[in-house]
């Protein structure tokens, strides 16, 4: 899942950033107010962490902006203002929830994924394709019961083909959901990730689960004739 932080503080930001990659996050950083909205109606994201003090255009105005616009990508909006009033107007600009600093990191990765759930497609914390379970909030992922060793870009892979779940997925949405805006469209990293899932997750004596679609892309699901 790709994230956009917008945080006017660079090292907060940075840091911010290095923590959620580490927890198999794709992450692009804006530190003000108009590199965000650039950048929202430029890349596809999956959810906003968006700081209320920014310069420039403040936090309420981008996210109006992006509500404005059509866009209907959560938004986490934090703050170090804890007024009851700050809260109500950001969460009436349009935003998704509201956190105040300082926060604790596990609780931010933990309303992250609850928006993320809140899609049509997602309902809980577990994914399932198959004998394929992912447990979102742990990021543990077993097969017929045995837990898989996944690095966190060969999870944030997983993950997302698995929210896909039978759809055909091109290479362009899996650079704009899993890789963030340094992914070069020139290089082969997604064929190299695709068939590292593959020798960890369609071992043999199992079902294949990942697919190429030539001149398509990529699809999650065990195929009836394959069963």
Same mark, same amino acid.
């Given at each position: 899942?790709?994230?956009?932080i917008?945080?006017d503080?660079?090292?907060a930001?940075?840091?911010?950033?290095?923590?959620?990659r580490?927890?198999?996050?794709a992450?692009d950083?804006?530190?003000?107010?108009e590199?965000?909205?650039?950048?929202m109606?430029?890349?596809?994201?999956?959810?906003?962490i968006?700081?209320?003090?920014l310069?420039?255009?403040?936090?309420?105005?981008?996210?109006?902006?992006?509500?404005a616009s059509?866009?209907s990508v959560?938004i986490l909006?934090?703050?170090?203002?804890?007024?009851?009033r700050?809260?109500i107007?950001?969460l009436?600009?349009?935003?998704?929830?509201?956190?105040?600093?300082?926060?604790?990191?596990?609780?931010?990765?933990?309303?992250?994924?609850?928006l $993320?759930? @809140?899609a049509?497609?997602?309902?809980s !914390? *577990?994914?399932?394709?198959?004998?394929?379970v992912? /447990?979102?909030?742990?990021?543990t992922?077993?097969?017929?019961?045995?837990?898989?060793?996944l690095?966190s870009?060969?999870y944030?892979l997983?993950?997302?083909l698995a929210?896909?779940?039978?759809e055909v997925?091109?290479?362009?949405?899996?650079?704009?959901?899993?890789w963030?805006?340094?992914?070069d469209?020139?290089?082969n990293?997604?064929e190299?990730?695709?068939?590292r899932?593959r020798?960890k997750v369609d071992?043999?004596g $199992?079902? @294949?689960?990942?697919?190429?679609?030539? !001149? *398509?892309?990529?699809?999650?699901?065990?195929?009836e /004739?394959e069963?």
């Amino acid at each position: 899942m790709r994230l956009l932080i917008v945080e006017d503080e660079q090292d907060a930001a940075i840091m911010l950033a290095k923590g959620l990659r580490e927890a198999s996050f794709a992450v692009d950083v804006a530190f003000d107010g108009e590199s965000a909205l650039e950048k929202m109606h430029v890349n596809s994201y999956d959810a906003v962490i968006l700081d209320l003090m920014l310069p420039g255009k403040t936090g309420v105005e981008v996210c109006r902006e992006i509500r404005a616009s059509g866009i209907s990508v959560p938004i986490l909006m934090v703050t170090a203002q804890d007024a009851i009033r700050q809260r109500i107007v950001g969460l009436d600009s349009g935003a998704d929830d509201y956190l105040t600093k300082p926060f604790d990191f596990g609780e931010l990765t933990a309303r992250i994924r609850a928006l $993320l759930r @809140r899609a049509p497609a997602v309902q809980s !914390g *577990e994914l399932r394709v198959a004998d394929l379970v992912i /447990d979102t909030r742990t990021r543990t992922i077993k097969r017929a019961e045995r837990t898989l060793d996944l690095t966190s870009k060969e999870y944030a892979l997983l993950e997302y083909l698995a929210r896909r779940e039978g759809e055909v997925v091109g290479r362009a949405e899996i650079s704009e959901h899993v890789w963030d805006e340094s992914y070069d469209p020139f290089s082969n990293l997604i064929e190299v990730y695709i068939q590292r899932l593959r020798r960890k997750v369609d071992v043999p004596g $199992l079902a @294949r689960l990942i697919h190429t679609r030539r !001149g *398509e892309g990529y699809q999650l699901v065990r195929l009836e /004739d394959e069963a």
